[in-house]
C-alpha cells in the first residue's frame, strides 16, 4: 500500500519535455515509511512524493511501491531520471537493536588495558578479538614489528564465525603501515571485507577508532543489501543512473564510496531532513525546529549542512568518530504537560518537560466517561488540584516493585482510567504519582498546548470537547493570592483566555530554547538565552533602552504541530518563521537536493626541533623547514581530497584548504608542535 501525491508543476516540466531535463529521485527508507520524491535538477522543483511502508523482512516492496508511485504521479519517463540518492535510518537502528552482523576486531599494538578504554569491550561484546603485537609512535616511527604469521593463525580460527573484520592500529593515523598490511592478510585468506580504522577518521585515540571501524565492519551486509536491492529495482524499472547516498553530515557520497565506511551512514535520516528542510524554504543558512509531542529539536544549518558534533555521534550507547549532527533537544511538544507555577501571581505556567496523555486524545477511546467526568467536576464549586488529570495503569504496573504508598495508588486505581482526585488523598500519594508517572507505571493524561489549539480551532484532530471542558477546569486554578488564573470577559471565555495564555507560554520557551542554539552556535554561553537583557530583549518590556535579540536567519518548522506555533516564534525572534509544505518528505527531499563534501587531513609534527614529519599513509616524508613542511601537507591534503570527491560521485567541486598549528611557549621560545592542513572538496553530484 502506498500514498502518493502528485505536486503543481510549470508548463515546461511536463511529460512532453521531463525527458530532456535532469531528473533525479530521492528514496528515504525510515523505519516506518519508505519516501520517495521526484525532483527537477534545473527547474528546482518537486514534481511529485510518494509513501511506502518500510517492509523490513523484505525491503524491495516497500522501496519499489514509493518509487512506482512518485515516478507515476510524476509523469516522467525513468529513463530521464539522471541521479537516485538515498538516506536511510536502517544503520542507526541496527546498531540501536543490536541486529548488525558479527564481526572481528584486530588490534595491533595496543596494551591489554586497552580495552577497557572508551566502552570499547562493551562494543566487542561477544564478538571475537584478536589482539598481535605492532604499531608506532606518534611521529610514525615503528615500535614493533607486525608478526603476520601469527596474526593469519589467528585469523584462520575465527574467519568462520563472523562476517567481516575491523583492524585498528597503534598510532595507525600518523603510519597505517600495519593496518593496511592486516587488511591485505585478511583479504587474501578469507575474502571477506575489513575496515581499517584510519580509512574512518584521521584523529588519534586508537579504541575509539576501533569501535567505528568494528561499528562499520557490523554494517556492511546491511547496506549492501539496501543498494543492491535499490538497484535491482532501478534496472528492473530502466532507470540508469548513478546511486548516492546521504552520510550522517548531510552530505552525498557514492554507493561504491559508502560501501567501505557504512557507518558513515548513521544519522543519515536526520541530517537529510535538516538539508530538504532548508532547501524546501530555499535557505542556505537557517534554524530549523522540529517539534514533536514530547520534544523539540533544533539544529543550526549553515551553507546549507548541519552542524556537527565535535565528539562524533553516540549511537546505541558508543561514542563514534562519525561526524553528528548536533542537536539541541528540549522537553517542549505539543503533548507536554500545563503546570500552575508554585507561588503564581496569575497565570504563569509551566510547559514541560514531561509529556502526558492530552485529553482530546483520551476522550477518543473513552469519551463518555472523560466527559461526564470533567463536568462533574465543574460542577463543583470548589475547584481540585487534580481536576482535569485522569491516571491509567501501563504494562509495567505487573512487574513494578511499589512503595507503601505506590502501592496504595495503584490499588485505587485499578485496571482502568479514573480520575486522579479519586486516587490521590494525601501529598505523599501525590509524590507516589509523580513517581509513577516517571517510571512509566501510570500513564497520565491532562490539558496540554494540543488541547488549548483545538480549544481556540488551530487545530482538530481529535475530540474538541474534552479540550474545552479541560481548559475550564484549568482556567478555575488559583494563584498564590487564592484568584482564579483565567476569567470571562467580553472578548473571550475562561477557556479561551488560559488557551491563549498556554500556546504564549510555549512560544515564548520555544523562543527562548532556539535562541539558545543559536548563540552556542555563534560561540556564545548557553546561558545568555536566560539572561535578564536577553528576556527583555524577546518580551520588549524596557522603555528607556531599545534592546534587540533574536534570530538573523530563517527560522524552518518541521512536524505536525509546527503550524500552530512557528509563525509566531518567527516573529517574536524577528524574522520569517516557515513551515514547508512538503516538510513531510523532508528526507528524500534533503537526499536528492544535497552536495558532496568530503575532506582530508595531513597532519605535520616534530620529533625534533629542526625536523618535520609529515604523515600521509605509510612512510612518513621528512622536511627541514616548517613552511616546506606546511605546504607540502597542503598540496596533499588537496590531492587526497580532489580523489575522494571523484570517488564519492562529483567532477564539479571547489576546494578549500585551511591550516591550524599549535605552538607552545618554552623558555620564551615559540616551539612548533604539531600542525594540520585540512581539505574540503565540495559539489554537486554529475547529473549530466
Not at 81 to 86: E, Y
Not at 539 to 556: C, F
Request: glycine residues 8%; contains cysteine.
Amino acid at each position: 500500500m502506498y500514498v502518493a501525491s502528485a505536486l503543481p508543476v510549470a508548463a515546461d516540466c511536463s511529460l512532453m519535455t521531463a525527458h530532456y531535463r535532469r531528473i533525479a529521485l530521492g528514496v528515504d527508507t525510515g523505519g516506518t515509511y519508505t519516501d520517495a520524491v521526484v525532483y527537477d535538477e534545473d527547474a528546482r522543483v518537486i514534481l511529485a512524493k510518494a509513501k511506502s511502508p518500510t517492509t523490513h523482512d523484505n525491503l524491495s516492496i516497500g522501496i519499489r511501491g514509493a518509487i512506482d508511485a512518485s515516478i507515476e504521479s510524476a509523469g516522467v519517463e525513468p529513463a530521464a531520471i539522471r541521479m537516485v540518492a538515498l538516506s536511510t535510518t536502517l544503520a542507526t537502528n541496527a546498531l540501536v537493536e543490536g541486529t548488525g552482523r558479527p564481526a572481528c576486531l584486530v588490534t595491533i599494538g595496543f596494551e591489554a588495558g586497552a580495552l577497557d578504554r572508551e566502552g570499547l569491550r562493551e562494543a566487542i561484546g561477544t564478538d571475537p578479538v584478536i589482539v598481535v603485537d605492532g604499531g608506532h609512535t606518534s611521529h610514525g616511527e615503528r615500535v614493533a614489528p607486525l608478526d603476520l604469521d601469527a596474526l593469519a593463525i589467528e585469523i584462520d580460527a575465527v574467519a568462520d564465525q563472523v562476517d567481516a573484520f575491523a583492524v585498528t592500529a597503534q598510532f595507525a593515523t600518523r603510519n597505517a603501515e600495519h593496518e593496511l598490511a592486516a587488511r591485505d592478510l585478511i583479504r587474501e585468506r578469507t575474502g571477506k571485507p575489513v575496515t581499517c580504522s584510519h580509512y574512518l577518521s584521521a584523529r588519534l585515540n586508537g579504541p575509539k577508532r576501533g569501535i567505528t571501524a568494528l561499528l562499520n565492519s557490523r554494517l556492511i551486509a546491511l547496506i549492501d543489501e539496501l543498494v543492491a536491492t535499490t538497484g535491482s529495482i532501478l534496472q528492473e524499472r530502466g532507470i540508469d543512473a548513478p546511486m548516492m547516498i546521504v552520510r550522517g553530515n548531510g552530505s552525498l557520497v557514492s554507493t561504491d564510496f559508502v560501501r567501505d565506511r557504512p557507518v558513515e551512514t548513521i544519522l543519515s535520516g536526520p541530517a537529510a531532513s535538516l538539508v530538504g528542510a532548508a532547501h524546501l524554504a530555499d535557505a542556505d543558512n537557517a534554524v530549523i525546529s522540529d517539534i514533536g509531542g514530547t520534544t523539540t529539536d533544533i539544529a543550526v544549518v549553515r551553507d546549507r549542512l548541519p552542524e556537527f558534533s565535535a565528539d562524533g555521534a553516540i549511537v546505541g550507547g558508543h561514542r563514534t568518530m562519525v561526524e553528528a549532527v548536533m542537536m539541541h533537544t528540549h522537553g517542549l511538544g505539543g503533548d507536554s504537560e500545563v503546570a500552575l507555577i508554585d507561588r503564581a501571581v496569575g497565570p504563569e505556567l509551566q510547559i514541560g518537560p514531561r509529556r502526558v496523555v492530552p485529553l482530546r486524545v483520551l476522550a477518543d477511546r473513552a469519551g463518555d466517561v472523560v466527559h461526564s467526568i470533567l463536568r462533574r467536576q465543574l460542577d463543583n464549586d470548589i475547584p481540585g488540584a487534580w481536576d482535569g488529570v485522569f491516571l491509567e495503569p501501563t504494562a509495567r504496573v505487573h512487574n513494578a516493585k511499589l512503595d507503601r504508598f505506590e502501592q496504595e495508588v495503584v490499588d485505587a486505581l485499578g485496571d482502568e482510567v479514573q480520575p486522579a482526585n479519586g486516587v490521590v488523598r494525601s501529598s505523599l500519594q501525590e509524590r507516589a504519582v509523580r513517581r509513577l508517572v516517571g517510571r512509566a507505571v501510570l500513564r497520565m493524561s491532562a490539558f496540554t498546548p494540543t488541547d488549548a489549539s483545538h480549544v481556540l480551532g488551530r487545530q482538530a484532530t481529535n475530540d474538541a470537547e474534552a479540550a474545552q471542558l479541560g481548559a475550564e477546569l484549568f482556567a478555575r486554578r488559583r494563584d498564590r493570592y487564592g484568584r482564579a488564573i483565567a476569567e470571562e470577559s467580553q472578548a473571550a471565555t475562561a477557556a479561551e483566555t488560559i488557551s491563549v495564555v498556554v500556546i504564549d507560554t510555549l512560544v515564548r520557551r520555544s523562543a527562548e530554547a532556539l535562541l539558545n542554539a543559536a548563540l552556542v552556535r555563534d560561540g556564545l554561553p548557553a546561558e545568555a538565552s536566560t539572561s535578564a537583557l536577553v528576556a527583555a530583549a524577546i518580551d520588549g518590556t524596557t522603555r528607556s533602552s531599545r534592546l534587540v535579540a533574536g534570530l538573523d536567519v530563517p527560522l524552518i518548522g518541521l512536524g505536525a504541530p509546527a503550524g500552530t506555533y512557528y509563525p509566531a516564534i518567527g516573529e517574536l525572534l524577528g524574522c520569517s518563521g516557515e513551515v514547508p509544505e512538503h516538510a513531510g518528505v523532508a528526507n528524500a527531499i534533503g537526499a536528492v537536493v544535497g552536495k558532496v563534501r568530503v575532506q582530508a587531513e595531513i597532519m605535520v609534527t616534530c620529533p625534533r626541533r629542526g625536523i618535520y614529519r609529515i604523515h600521509s599513509g605509510t612512510d612518513p616524508e621528512t622536511a627541514w623547514e616548517r613552511p616546506h613542511a606546511q605546504k607540502r601537507a597542503e598540496i596533499l591534503a588537496t590531492e587526497a581530497a580532489a580523489q575522494l570527491a571523484a570517488e564519492a560521485g562529483t567532477v564539479d567541486f571547489e576546494i578549500e584548504t585551511t591550516w591550524t598549528e599549535k605552538v607552545i611557549d618554552v623558555d620564551g621560545r615559540p616551539m612548533f608542535v604539531e600542525g594540520t592542513a585540512i581539505a574540503i572538496a565540495s559539489g554537486r553530484p554529475n547529473l549530466d
